[in-house]
């Protein structure tokens, strides 16, 4: 289902059942760690936990951080082809991001490192708790909030990390986690 140019959004891709054993074998993944960043020259601890695969090795620099991949998994290369039978897009890395309740969150931002390249494609899959997913246009014109459910697929096509940001914000009402991965196209930058 088209929700704006250049977003796309599919829900119930993974069956309830596919979507717990996922859920399950995400959530057990021994790579899933609290990173950190620098605020105001303070470390301030990421407010979830994060997990980045390589299809094969690679390195990604992201949110003042450089993650060094771990191998995908069999789970993630079949969420992957069922991403790749549905759209159409070959992705080679995947980070997951594991909110462990409402106040878990990832503020604004856009995916927009040099190793994803000019104008990256990014797919998203949700499994758990639903939660809200913003969207806005940089001069501020266009925004749109999009209800993430689970065994849902959200794409944003190559228009959208250059002109729009991006976030979850926190729910203290949500008491379940939620897992996401997004999936990319990272380039090896020298
Ligand atoms: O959790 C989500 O749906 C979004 C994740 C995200 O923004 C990111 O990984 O860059």
């Keep these: 289902m088209k929700i704006m140019d250049d977003v796309s959004y599919w829900k119930g891709v993974f069956t309830e059942e596919e979507s717990l054993m996922h859920f399950h074998h995400l959530?057990?993944?021994p790579s899933l760690a609290q990173?950190?960043?620098h605020l105001f020259g303070k470390p301030v601890k990421t407010p979830r936990l994060e997990s980045f695969h390589g299809i094969s090795p690679i390195p990604y620099r992201y949110s003042g951080q450089t993650l060094q991949s771990m191998p995908f998994t069999a789970p993630m290369h079949a969420i992957l082809a069922r991403i790749t039978k549905l759209t159409g897009c070959t992705f080679n890395a995947v980070l997951i991001n594991v909110y462990r309740n409402g106040m878990d969150s990832n503020g604004w931002h856009a995916d927009n490192e040099k190793e994803l390249g000019k104008n990256p494609?990014?797919?998203s899959v949700s499994f758990g708790a639903e939660r809200k997913f913003q969207l806005k246009s940089r001069d501020g014109a266009v925004k749109k909030t999009i209800l993430l459910e689970n065994g849902s697929i959200l794409l944003m096509g190559g228009t959208i990390q250059p002109a729009f940001i991006h976030c979850i914000p926190k729910e203290p009402k949500v008491a379940h986690p939620r897992i996401n991965l997004t999936?990319?196209?990272v380039f090896e930058v020298r």
Aim: charged residues 10%.
């Design 27 to 29: 959530s057990t993944l």
């Design 35 to 37: 990173g950190s960043f």
């Design 121 to 123: 494609i990014i797919a």
């Design 183 to 185: 999936f990319r196209t």
